[in-house]
């Protein structure tokens, strides 16, 4: 009887061997934990500097990621993120990533910026010369449709006028408008364009106002030429009481308002009759 228990323990011991043979056969250690892999991509290669790139990335076997290069920091192990440049050239971004087991996995791209196209220069092309009849105004003149190159917005300014008094002109905004023409004459407009970059064209419009030609209907001839005291026939010089004939024959026929030159030919007779 004892013998057979001594048999029964043997036994016992055997099969807890063998079973702990199979939990750990040879006693070998666990498979050891893959290295991390990652991938990065960006969504442009090539971008215009201040434009953005979005960077997206993944990993595996990854606890935590590290940016470097052309970006820094760390970084969860898979995301996206938009970068923007600074300046032109090439930029690297690389993304490392570790594990829990040995090794590390690394991954990066590329991005490349070219600079901004040059706008062309700032200029305003030729703008058509206007004229007009006395007591009509000029239609308005969008300045902003004879801009060319230059950078938005556009700033507009009316610089300079030569003769207000045959026509007086103003700029809102864009637009060239004027009063009613009350008088012969031209008046030249110096206008100017500024963009967003401070750079800056001129031109000019050209008003003319067309007055209406006094003709004596006595003599059949422009009156202008006896604004210098000379016949326009002979070219004899008239004398101030001659002029002064012809004058009042012209008002008392036309009843209209004499334009700017024999107004200038009164002037110069009353102060000739002071001399």
Same mark, same amino acid.
């Given at each position: 009887?004892?013998?057979?228990?001594?048999?029964?323990?043997?036994?016992?011991?055997?099969?807890?061997?063998?079973?702990?043979?199979?939990?750990?056969?040879?006693?070998?250690?666990?498979?050891?934990?893959?290295?991390?892999?990652?991938? !990065?991509?960006?969504?442009?290669?090539?971008?215009?500097?201040?434009?953005?790139?979005?960077?997206?990335?993944?990993?595996?076997?990854?606890?935590?990621?590290?940016? +470097?290069?052309?970006?820094?920091?760390?970084?969860?192990?898979?995301?996206?993120?938009? @970068?923007?440049?600074? +300046?032109?050239?090439?930029?690297?971004?690389?993304?490392?990533?570790?594990?829990?087991?040995?090794?590390?996995?690394? +991954?990066?791209?590329?991005?490349?910026?070219?600079?901004?196209?040059?706008?062309?220069?700032?200029?305003?092309?030729?703008?058509?010369?206007?004229?007009?009849?006395?007591?009509?105004?000029?239609?308005?003149?969008?300045?902003?449709?004879?801009?060319?190159? #230059?950078?938005?917005? $556009?700033?507009?300014?009316?610089?300079?006028?030569?003769?207000?008094?045959?026509?007086?002109?103003?700029?809102?905004?864009?637009?060239?408008?004027?009063?009613?023409?009350?008088?012969? #004459?031209?008046?030249?407009?110096?206008?100017?364009?500024?963009?967003?970059?401070?750079?800056?064209?001129?031109?000019? !419009?050209? @008003?003319?106002?067309?007055?209406?030609?006094?003709?004596?209907?006595?003599?059949?001839?422009?009156?202008?030429?006896?604004?210098?005291?000379?016949?326009?026939?002979?070219?004899? @010089?008239?004398?101030?009481?001659?002029?002064?004939?012809?004058? #009042?024959?012209?008002?008392?026929?036309?009843?209209?308002?004499?334009?700017?030159?024999?107004?200038?030919?009164?002037?110069?007779?009353?102060?000739?009759? $002071?001399?």
């Amino acid at each position: 009887m004892k013998r057979w228990m001594l048999s029964s323990a043997s036994l016992l011991v055997w099969l807890i061997g063998c079973g702990s043979n199979q939990i750990n056969p040879a006693g070998k250690n666990p498979p050891p934990v893959p290295a991390p892999t990652v991938t !990065i991509a960006a969504s442009q290669t090539t971008i215009t500097q201040g434009q953005s790139a979005t960077l997206t990335w993944s990993s595996t076997n990854a606890t935590s990621c590290t940016a +470097s290069n052309a970006w820094s920091g760390s970084e969860p192990t898979s995301g996206s993120t938009a @970068v923007i440049p600074t +300046s032109t050239g090439n930029f690297t971004y690389v993304l490392t990533c570790t594990g829990n087991g040995n090794g590390s996995g690394q +991954s990066s791209t590329v991005v490349a910026v070219n600079p901004k196209p040059q706008p062309a220069a700032l200029s305003l092309a030729p703008i058509p010369s206007i004229t007009l009849s006395l007591g009509t105004k000029i239609a308005q003149v969008d300045l902003s449709q004879f801009v060319q190159g #230059g950078v938005a917005p $556009f700033a507009y300014s009316l610089a300079s006028q030569t003769t207000t008094t045959a026509v007086d002109c103003s700029l809102t905004g864009s637009i060239i408008s004027s009063d009613y023409a009350y008088s012969g #004459g031209v008046n030249t407009l110096m206008v100017q364009v500024m963009d967003s970059t401070q750079a800056s064209a001129s031109g000019t !419009i050209t @008003v003319t106002v067309a007055a209406p030609l006094v003709v004596s209907p006595i003599y059949g001839i422009d009156f202008s030429p006896y604004e210098n005291g000379q016949n326009p026939g002979s070219g004899a @010089v008239l004398s101030i009481d001659e002029i002064t004939q012809r004058m #009042g024959l012209i008002e008392s026929v036309w009843q209209l308002r004499l334009d700017s030159r024999v107004i200038l030919a009164r002037r110069r007779l009353r102060d000739a009759e $002071f001399l």
